[in-house]
């Protein structure tokens, strides 16, 4: 009778039940997300099992409060209350709708190694040699050199850089992690450290806020890659000192793209010019220049002359421009121009 006893309650276990056990010892509460169509991000602060047609069907979903107001409501539904977010922030999604964060080198080992290489590798052809080829020895991926984490929404994904990423990746030389799920210098420098054959690197579209102490210390020291000449950090969230402290340890960097930051705007009157932190001399009397620096973009930001540019950057930095792209910038005047007696290129549209 004991037996039978148990095997009535076996029976009677509700899947869903399982289901949510599951997922919980999956996704812990605050992983960070991004939607299967690659455009919206959020964080999961709730895992449960709701009835969301209203037709006594459950399902397992995830409470999930997103960085943007693309929600329905604010973490109560149906008269219960989930989790607690800003009001169009939250909403619940199936599980299969958004992809969890991961590392750079669990992203592109899981791109190149299984079904989903075959998918991507469709559309994203920039490679004239096999890139799921590996080294039989070290296992590393030779013929990977470009690679666009926004081909696809899995790639999107990438949070951090991973512990071998360096031995499985040696050879990339174009990288685009932009949009994603990175929201600390100290995971971007820790990318680039990993990459010393790296030339181009895009962070654009990632919450990383001001560059904290500590932040690029994987750069230091000579660390950096030494063919890293362009830099985007558009939309990051960076303030005026943070190009200084990019600039002092990526000093190959000749094309930095720092548009869409609202801290780097006409107010730069107030602040203590980047170029008094760099050491730099009034004038570069060297063949080979301290800083490579020369082209430079604040596309979007808030400025309304050249002067005001030129008071953010200082007269040493000035002088080493070659191109100065302030499109969609309310620039109403040049008063300033001759504070860029090297400028060749100003780009104004907008």
């Known amino acids: 009778q004991f037996l039978y006893f148990i095997g009535i309650m076996e029976a009677t276990v509700d899947p869903i039940d399982t289901r949510l056990a599951a997922l919980r010892s999956e996704i812990a509460l605050g992983t960070r997300v991004v939607h299967d169509e690659g ?30 107001p693309r929600g329905r409501h604010d973490g109560a539904a149906g008269g219960t209350r989930y989790f607690t977010c800003p009001d169009k922030h939250g909403s619940f999604v199936a599980p299969g709708k958004v992809h969890a964060a991961a590392s750079l080198e669990e992203v592109l080992t899981t791109r190149f190694t299984d079904d989903f290489a075959a998918v991507v590798n469709k559309v994203d052809n920039l490679m004239s040699k096999d890139p799921t080829v590996r080294d039989p020895e070290t296992g590393a991926f030779p013929n990977v050199w470009n690679v666009d984490c926004s081909a696809h929404p899995k790639l999107g994904r990438v949070a951090s850089a991973g512990p071998n990423l360096a031995l499985l990746f040696p050879a990339i030389r174009q990288l685009s992690i932009n949009a994603a799920l990175l929201e600390s210098w100290a995971e971007v420098a820790r990318i680039a450290a990993a990459l010393p054959l790296l030339e181009s690197y895009s962070v654009r579209g990632n919450p990383l806020g001001p560059i904290k102490d500590g932040d690029l210390v994987p750069l230091e020291g000579g660390r950096a890659p030494q ?87 200082g007269d040493a930095l000035c002088q080493r421009l070659v191109s100065l792209n302030l499109n969609n910038a309310p620039v109403g005047c040049l008063r300033g121009i001759r504070r860029f007696p090297r400028l060749e290129k100003l780009m104004l549209r907008g």
């Open 39 to 68: 455009r919206y991000r959020g964080t999961v602060r709730a895992v449960e099992a709701l009835d969301p047609r209203g037709d006594g069907k459950r399902a397992v979903m995830l409470g999930v409060e997103w960085d943007e």
């Open 227 to 313: 063919r890293l000449t362009k830099l985007n950090a558009t939309a990051t969230g960076i303030h005026p000192p943070c190009l200084a402290k990019l600039l002092s340890v990526l000093p190959h960097v000749a094309e930095l793209n720092a548009g869409g930051n609202d801290a780097i705007r006409s107010a730069a009157a107030t602040t203590t010019p980047v170029a008094s932190h760099l050491s730099l001399p009034a004038k570069e009397e060297e063949e080979e220049p301290l800083l490579k620096l020369e082209s430079l973009s604040f596309d979007g930001n808030e400025f309304r002359s050249l002067d005001d540019v030129a008071d953010l950057l």
